[in-house]
């Protein structure tokens, strides 16, 4: 593959700007110009093809919700599913009516209540938990320049009522150890970090080439990097997994900032940013162009 490829899907996706919405529920989010698009696909050998808005920052959101997975997988093993299930949801990803009915144990870990549990690990196998997991994500990334947007940040916490009541709810079922308020302030600071797409297929590598990053260093087994490519397959966009299973058929994970991140186990991770959301909370560009990619290339796990 190379670009010329890339820049083929990018003028068919063409039609579909504008037939999405940038999130507006995060006042930050809404600021973002509708018309940028990037792609980076790294190949687990390192080469890379990149198109268009590539190397621009923007908030990854939901995707953060890969990398504490992968760096609380890493320290406590199988532990964490005493804590978090596995299993789709069926549900809105912040829905309170399936935890209480389910007494507090989240269906996944990338519904928010299954994040918050994973945050919550994070911070009581950590000192330093932002310090640490904001380490983490440069190193998976091989990029020191990498931060927080504390804007994005304080937009959410001024406007997470819903996460604090999944915490709170949780809480009150033993299942959150740590205090709500430290939790949601290292969780709303993880949602908020900034990355290219660059930053993004680099830091997934190690989904792709059996849990070791492109410098060979191991964070997750093999073992490890399977289940969580599972899980993405069967949780990793939302209500709308199974369209995207059956469309595009490469395990991923979106976010609202408009990224979506895939993985083809053994041979890439591929990156792909536009702002503009279906209703269910994914870039409507990026899926058709990762479909459109899979389709030219017959490069589906399926």
Not at 186 to 197: A, G, P, R
Not at 200 to 220: M, R, Y
Request: one cysteine or more; aromatic letters at 10%; hydrophobic letters at 40%.
């Amino acid at each position: 593959m190379d670009k010329i490829l890339f820049e083929k899907i990018a003028e068919e996706v063409k039609p579909f700007f504008g037939k999405g919405k940038v999130a507006d529920y995060i006042p930050e989010l809404k600021r973002v110009d509708p018309n940028q698009f990037g792609v980076s696909l790294v190949n687990v050998d390192g080469t890379e093809v990149n198109f268009g808005d590539y190397k621009t920052d923007f908030s990854i959101q939901s995707i953060s919700k890969i990398f504490s997975l992968i760096m609380v997988f890493s320290k406590v093993g199988k532990e964490l599913w005493n804590r978090v299930g596995k299993e789709p949801s069926g549900n809105p990803f912040n829905s309170l009516i399936q935890l209480e009915h389910e007494n507090g144990f989240p269906r996944n870990p990338f519904i928010n209540a299954g994040a918050l549990v994973v945050t919550d690990l994070l911070v009581s196998n950590s000192s330093k938990p932002k310090n640490e997991f904001l380490s983490f994500i440069r190193n998976l990334a091989g990029n020191e320049d990498i931060y927080f947007n504390k804007r994005v940040a304080t937009s959410e916490r001024e406007t997470g009522f819903r996460n604090a009541a999944l915490a709170n709810l949780m809480k009150s079922f033993g299942n959150i150890h740590n205090d709500i308020d430290q939790l949601l302030d290292v969780y709303y600071s993880q949602c908020s970090i900034e990355m290219t797409c660059n930053d993004l297929a680099k830091a997934a590598i190690c989904l792709a080439n059996g849990g070791k990053i492109l410098d060979s260093q191991a964070v997750l087994s093999l073992s490890q990097a399977k289940r969580i490519n599972a899980i993405m397959m069967l949780c990793g966009l939302y209500d709308e997994s199974g369209d995207f299973a059956y469309r595009v058929g490469l395990p991923a994970k979106s976010g609202v900032g408009g990224g979506i991140v895939a993985i083809y186990p053994g041979k890439f991770s591929i990156s792909v940013w536009h702002p503009e959301l279906s209703r269910y909370g994914n870039s409507v560009v990026g899926m058709k162009f990762l479909e459109q990619f899979t389709t030219y290339t017959d490069l589906s796990i399926f």
